[in-house]
């Protein structure tokens, strides 16, 4: 394959506008050696801008996350707020510690104060949350993230939210993207260079709050080690800690400062197999009655438990003793915490989180409503008091930050486990409590990657057409096609099975990663025996992935 005259014009196009020394030696080296697939592929089309804002591979292109397509995006959301009369206030800008992220933060600052906006800009990599909590502490109109979140090294991406501090939804995100599509010649954008920073100040305001969170006469007596995953968690999470009273964790030193390219993990997401176990080892070495983690802009949380049951050494010999909570079992755990006190509001989970939070908000009164994937959904519910999805993502303290918080979630934790501790108990005792007496709601996922697309799209139309009548040893007793709406959901790509016993499959394609993924969901009635409950779910839940998977046919 040779790099046509179209594909070289519109690379050299290209060249003539980047500002950015590091991607146009780039991408003259791949016209130098006529690598036309890759530079068909940079050329293939438009990073596109959605619900997720913009996220992709660091290079040249229109098709990669480079700051021509930053300085794009930014333009475009200053012509949609000024469009909509969202000019009251500033826009708060944070970034993550991935390559180039203060940089696209900066070139956002600049195109915000060209377009006559104030920017306010933070003055050092932070949490997402802290964006989160900012907007509303500073009266922003808008926020902007530079982060890929858990992605692998060599994304960024860039997350917006407007001035409620949640994410953006539709109708929003494709009308910031005509607004992007309608920016002209790189040259003829405005930028400023005289924005305001924000460091110490917010940091504290959000630090204060959290330390709200735990009464002065709450127990705190608890071991915990704790790793940031190389990303910018650390130092807040420290903080954190010690203003609400806490112990230091002790910190997994070959995580603990921030590295784009995050050497001891083949993929920096806690819910990868082998992510935290460098944790789980600090963990066992120190007597800890934690290990927690965040992922690389710490808006998600995982927790690991002591477990004399999971003995793994063959397999994984970190994991032996000890286990991770899915993010299931932590929202459970984190719902019958905060919703015993009967607040006034509601709590939501996303529709493949599991089906348990909606019987303890019963169990206490609370409303509970079920939302599409995403915090962006769950974030905006009207009078929310909790939220969570099955993904490590929970909103703890909503008034604060209308977002998932993994700081703000890991000291609740640490609330709650040593409230355990002083009771004599531990976070599976409480999970044992939850089993007994709402029946054990035993979660797992299928998720299968494809290089196809084209793949997942076959797929669920298969399964559209032709629905299986039968998941492992349960029945399929309904099929709900999410891409029809309902009076609750808006359309989404996905399908529901509702299966017999209480039992539950969600197939949906990933919003932002090549796989279609599957969320299976089985509820056993437990007496007293909840191991016993627990070994009868997980030969359910395997046999239901088993068919799941021929039915996928992938």
Known sequence: MTVNDDLRAAAEAWLSEDPDPDTRVELQQLLDVGAAEELADRFAGTLEFGTAGLRGAVGAGPNRMNRVVVIRAAAGLCAYLKAKGLTGGPVLIGYDARHKSDVFARDTAAVVRGAGLDAVLLDRPAPTPVVAFGIRHLKAVAGVVVTASHNPPQDNGYKVYLGDGSQIVPPADAEIAAAIAAVGPLDSVPRGDDWQTTGDELLS?????????????????????????????????????????????????????????????????????????????????????????????????????????????????????????????????????????????????????????????????????????????????PGLVYGYEEALGYCVDPVAVKDKDGVSTLVRVLQLAARAKSEGRTLLDLLDDLAVKHGLHATDQLSVRVEDLSLIRTTMERLRATPPTSLGSHTVERVDDLSEGSETLPPTDGLRYILSEGARVVVRPSGTEPKLKCYLEVVIPVTTDVAAARAQAATDLSAIKQSLSTALGL
């Open 205 to 381: 305001a959000y630090l204060d709050r959290i330390a709200e969170l735990v009464p002065a006469d709450a127990p705190r007596e608890l071991s915990v080690a704790y790793t940031p995953l190389h990303g910018v968690g650390r130092s807040l999470v420290e903080d954190a800690v010690a203003r609400a009273g806490f112990a230091a964790p002790a910190v997994v030193a070959s995580q603990a400062e921030p590295d784009p390219d995050f050497p001891t993990v083949s993929f920096p997401n806690p819910e990868e197999p082998g992510a935290i176990d460098a944790a789980l080892e600090l963990a066992r070495s120190v007597g800890a009655d934690l290990a927690v983690a965040n992922d690389p802009d710490a808006d998600r949380c995982a927790v690991a438990v002591p477990d004399p049951a999971a003995q793994n050494p063959a397999q994984n010999p970190a994991q032996d003793g000890w286990r991770m909570l899915r993010g299931d079992e932590l929202g459970g755990l984190l719902g019958e915490f905060l919703l015993s006190s009967r607040p006034s509001g509601v709590a939501a989970c996303s529709i493949v989180s599991s089906s348990l939070l909606g019987k303890i908000a019963a169990s206490y009164g609370v409303e509970y409503v079920e939302t599409l994937t995403g915090f962006k959904w769950i974030g905006r519910v």
